[in-house]
């Protein structure tokens, strides 16, 4: 008798660990001339309060960085004001709403705004962060840039407004899930 309800338990917990996702992305240093250096890696997961978000970058110029999804898997350069500019492959900021404003991760904004990133005096950052508006459902098949400086998130022309600064990139791609019994991620 104890058995049942034993097993009711254990497969409740199975199954809200099975959707409890989480994906690593790859990151790489980008130029107007393409794809550089890898500088590690991002893992991001689902949480009760949103995506976390764990770096280990390495090699990237110390200092606060702003740091967004875009709306293109890309991390190519392509032109911009006549001239080959990093990473403008990636396109706009992701905006699903189209709200058209730039108001932060915890604005009512773009959802493409992640808070920043902080990268230590050795070039690397592994200081989680939290973007309470997304899941890990909303990034596959988007780019998430790292900037030259930091996030003023506004709409007025900023440092950050110019495409020309953007430094890294990682694209998040859908894993293949584990499968338990007949669910698969």
Not at 73 to 86: E, F, I, N, R
Not at 164 to 172: F, Y
């Amino acid at each position: 008798m104890l058995k049942l309800p034993s097993l009711l338990l254990f497969s409740l917990l199975c199954i809200s660990t099975v959707f409890a996702k989480s994906t690593t992305v790859h990151f790489n240093l980008i130029d107007d001339k393409g794809i550089g250096k890898d500088i590690g890696t991002i893992t991001i997961e689902d949480s009760s309060h949103g995506i976390i978000l764990t770096p280990a970058l390495n090699n990237l110029p110390p200092g606060v960085h702003g740091f967004q999804i875009y709306q293109n898997p890309s991390c190519s350069p392509a032109m911009k004001d006549g001239k080959l500019t990093a990473g403008i492959g990636a396109g706009n900021h992701y905006d699903p709403h189209i709200t058209s404003h730039h108001e932060g991760p915890y604005g009512h904004g773009h959802k493409g705004d992640l808070p920043d990133l902080y990268v230590e005096a050795n070039g690397s950052s592994t200081i989680p962060l939290l973007a309470p508006r997304l899941n890990v459902n909303d990034l596959y098949g988007h780019a998430i840039i790292i900037h030259a400086s930091s996030d003023y998130y506004s709409d007025a022309s900023t440092k950050l407004s110019n495409d020309r600064d953007r430094i890294a990139c990682g694209i998040v791609k859908k894993e293949r899930g584990n499968c338990i019994l007949f669910w698969c991620l």
